[in-house]
């Protein structure tokens, strides 16, 4: 078929046979990557997330074997928190300031389990055993349908954590005034093992989130760069549901 559009004809006044090479060359090439297109996709949050979680493992490697003490803690969880609100607000993606965020991480992770595994030995081990059992148990529910961040499920799980966090300032400045031993509501006798329960719920149902914005941001075609801040996100969730995961096992030995 002739075409008079000279931008059009030089595809449509091509021999026929030329036009279906063309055409199955095109439905056989590969699927466009983010290079090619310039959006995110799951590809680059895993491989980011990863990434991200290499630095954590490296730093806290290092941070375990140094046994930095309380200024290392403090450091890497004031910092973390610092940068964790700048990320968070920020319009513009900076992933050196995220990169910084899972060094300052590890720090914190390294120092405090390390103290952990030092009054309670193997216990590192099952935390992280516990973390990517829920993480997987999580992912597959949302996979397959049985999770979802419904409008009345996010409402809920919001509130919840803020009730949570709310309980946990709580705990902390009556833990100043010997309660629970020093260890707030959590050293209380059942109230802290409800409380860490809930802890390991709560941000275990944040990963449901965490995944339905990473699937909206996909479907969207939000900018490649934003890969770092759903790998942030996914990262800010997990190591909230290690700590969680460490202070449940340590009060369920206690108890023993």
């Excluded at 969880?77 to 910084?100: E, H, N, R, W």
């Excluded at 030995?121 to 099952?126: F, T, Y």
């Excluded at 999770?147 to 954590?161: D, N, W």
């Amino acid at each position: 078929m002739k075409s008079s559009n000279p931008v059009l004809g030089k595809a449509f006044n091509q021999p026929n046979n030329m036009q279906v090479d063309q055409l199955e060359q095109s439905y056989n090439a590969p699927a466009a990557s983010s290079i090619r297109t310039g959006r995110m996709t799951i590809e680059d949050v895993v491989a980011k997330t990863g990434f991200l979680f290499a630095i954590l493992v490296v730093v806290g490697a290092i941070a375990w074997g140094a046994n930095l003490g309380q200024g290392a803690l403090l450091i890497g969880f004031l910092g973390g928190f610092v940068l964790a609100m700048v990320i968070s607000f920020s319009k513009t993606v900076k992933p050196g300031l995220v990169v910084a965020y899972a060094a300052l991480q590890g720090l914190a992770l390294g120092t405090i389990s390390h103290y952990y595994e030092t009054f309670y030995p193997g216990i590192v081990s099952q935390a992280v055993i516990g973390t990517i059992a829920a993480f997987a148990g999580v992912l597959f529910m949302y996979r397959s349908g049985r999770l979802r961040a419904t409008p009345q499920f996010t409402r809920a799980v919001m509130g919840a954590a803020i009730g949570y966090f709310i309980l946990g300032l709580v705990s902390l400045v009556a833990s100043f005034f010997g309660v629970g031993q020093g260890y707030g509501f959590y050293g209380v006798s059942g109230l802290g093992l409800l409380l860490a329960v809930a802890g390991v719920a709560l941000a275990s149902f944040f990963l449901v989130l965490d995944f339905d914005q990473i699937e909206k941001g996909v479907a969207a075609g939000v900018p490649e760069k934003e890969s770092w801040r759903a790998s942030f996100g996914l990262m800010v969730t997990i190591v909230w549901l290690y700590l969680e995961v460490l202070r449940l096992l340590s009060i369920l030995r206690n108890n023993r």
